[in-house]
């Protein structure tokens, strides 16, 4: 599995995984809904039950990274932001005033800083008072984060 994740990413879910089942295995189906939920996942109860379901009712953590593998290949989320904005888009423009978006980061979800909106902005070329098309956006946003930072 180390071909497909990073070696901190890894190392991220070796520590979620661990931290959750002590004893070196998952065991129940509500320490798996908790760890792939903690590490941002967002999958659904039949999708969790299918994964307990065909790794026996126990998972080693080389069965969990293979089933992260799978799961992030499934869960697209740069798509469901966007369909999330499409949605909203009750005109169909494809755009969404940057004021507004600055609102939703820093007021929905894991709420951003000032700080944090402003740096995100200047690295997608936003002006506080433009239009923005929300599918850039989203790709941009969504992007790795370069190792070099």
């Known amino acids: 599995m180390a071909r497909y994740f990073k070696e901190q ?22 320490e798996l809904t908790v760890i792939m939920r903690s590490l ?13 379901k065909q790794k026996g ?9 293979e089933v992260m593998h799978i799961h992030s290949r499934v869960e697209n989320l740069p798509k469901e932001i966007v369909d999330a ?18 609102h939703l980061l820093q007021n929905w979800g894991e709420r951003l800083s ?7 902005f200047r690295e997608a070329n936003v002006n506080n008072n433009s239009m923005v098309k929300y599918e850039d956006f989203v790709k941009i946003a969504c992007a ?6």
């Open 85 to 102: 904005f499409k949605a909203a888009d009750t005109e169909k423009r494809g755009v969404t005033s940057a004021k507004h978006l600055r």
């Open 40 to 52: 941002g996942l967002s999958p659904t109860i039949n999708e969790l039950a299918g994964y307990f």
């Open 144 to 149: 790795p984060i370069p190792d070099y930072y």
């Open 57 to 65: 009712g126990k998972m080693s953590f080389p069965d969990f990274l």
């Open 114 to 120: 000032s700080k944090e909106v402003d740096r995100i």
């Open 9 to 30: 990413d890894i190392d991220e879910f070796r520590e979620c995984f661990f931290l959750f089942a002590r004893s070196g295995h998952i065991k129940s189906l509500d």
